[in-house]
């Protein structure tokens, strides 16, 4: 089993900064490919960004490449997801998700999901 719990959304303004923290436990998370997922009213869960279980490997959708950055510490057994330069469109619950396999974009290949965050970015 695998806990996630995240934290550190809010309403930002177009062009600040705002970074996410998913807090994990479990005895196989530091093994485990972690991901960044949003949602809107209305619409699927969509694909955010993801890292390998030792940070080698990172995938971005095309909407936030060059702007978000996914990172993991697993001393502190926490993934970041930095937000630069966010733009209304940004705003959304964001998920933390777990998985066993690879850093992938599909939702249904992730087994832990954390209660959400939302973000809200004003211009």
């Known amino acids: 089993q695998v806990q996630l719990v995240e934290s550190g959304g809010g309403l930002v303004q177009t062009g600040a900064s705002l970074r996410l923290s998913c807090a994990a436990s479990g005895r196989t998370w530091g093994r485990n490919a972690m991901a960044w997922f949003r949602q809107t009213p209305g619409k699927e869960r969509e694909f955010v960004a993801a890292i390998s279980w030792n940070g080698g490997s990172t995938n971005y959708a095309d909407s936030v490449k060059g702007r978000f950055t996914i990172s993991r510490d697993n001393a502190k057994n926490t993934v970041y997801l930095q937000m630069n330069s966010p733009k209304p469109e940004d705003t959304a619950v964001y998920y933390c998700?777990?998985?066993?396999?690879?850093?992938?974009?599909?939702?249904?290949?992730?087994?832990?999901w954390g209660q959400g965050t939302q973000v809200t970015v004003s211009s």
């Open positions: 998700a777990s998985t066993q396999g690879g850093p992938g974009a599909y939702s249904r290949t992730y087994n832990y």
